[in-house]
């Protein structure tokens, strides 16, 4: 069973009135009729929230309509369009074909425009709180021994690690192939992760007496749905440890509160647990 993150961004009551505007003119818009003029109100609307994001919202929207195709690109892309329904009336499509085709693909453009502009919105609303992309970090799967480890954790000795492994306060994993020498991921000395945080989110799999270190080592290095696709390493940590896309939900996530995004976490491990127990 998949157990997805779910995210409510803050509301804004500018697009949501946006969005049922358009929701409502492509209810209204019948095959082979396109309402041009509706779209190009809604896109202004789109365009004029999209500009008061910038302090300089002027410029900004001096920039934003410069940087629309020119009449050149126009003229060539009416060009196209004209051999493009030639060519399909050559093939024997009738006229009323034809019109469907074009409205379809009207509409289609258009939607997707307001759906960018939007889209555009609500990212930069989420960058103005802080839910900026972090820099990417060191490895948090790089192997360490239980004396670097015990280093890493302010000066504890090596035996201190192995009991406190022992205890379920941390964790190895034997590489393959090996019958000795254990390594402890180093995320596990990490600010928002080492500590209390680790020995929580260990329980809360099942760490150690249903749940291995390989099996504890996937849960934290794993992109998860259940975390809007971070690993929880990532969301416990607060920043990416790899290069990929974020989406809102995943930026949003990055930008909770340790408290929030530790809970996230646990919500997580619960649902690992239950798959491991299932």
Not at 61 to 90: M, W
Request: charged content about 25%.
């Amino acid at each position: 069973m998949q157990h997805h993150f779910q995210v409510t961004l803050a509301s804004d009551p500018t697009l949501e009135s946006l969005e049922r505007k358009l929701v409502e003119t492509l209810r209204r818009i019948k095959p082979g009729r396109v309402e041009t003029d509706q779209f190009a109100q809604l896109r202004l609307a789109a365009e004029t929230e999209l500009f008061s994001l910038n302090p300089q919202g002027t410029a900004f929207a001096k920039a934003f309509k410069e940087s629309r195709p020119s009449p050149l690109i126009d003229d060539a892309l009416a060009q196209v369009t004209q051999a493009h329904t030639a060519a399909l009336r050559e093939s024997g499509l009738s006229a009323r074909t034809l019109e469907l085709l074009r409205s379809w693909v009207e509409v289609t453009v258009e939607t997707r425009m307001l759906q960018q502009l939007v889209e555009q919105r609500r990212l930069g609303q989420l960058q103005r709180e802080g839910a900026s992309t972090p820099p990417v970090r060191l490895n948090p799967e790089a192997p360490l021994s239980a004396a670097d480890l015990g280093r890493a954790l302010g000066g504890v000795s090596d035996e201190t690690v192995r009991q406190r492994e022992r205890a379920g306060e941390l964790f190895s994993i034997l590489p393959v192939g090996r019958k000795r020498g254990r390594e402890y991921p180093a995320f596990q000395a990490w600010a928002g992760i080492a500590g209390e945080t680790l020995t929580n989110v260990l329980h809360h799999i099942g760490y150690p007496a249903h749940a291995s270190g390989a099996e504890a080592y996937a849960f934290f290095t794993s992109a998860a749905d259940t975390l809007a696709g971070l690993t929880p390493v990532e969301a416990l940590h607060g920043q990416l440890t790899r290069e990929c896309e974020l989406d809102a939900a995943a930026r949003a996530l990055l930008a909770f509160s340790e408290m929030d995004r530790h809970a996230a976490v646990l919500n997580a491990a619960k649902a690992f647990a239950g798959d491991l127990a299932a």
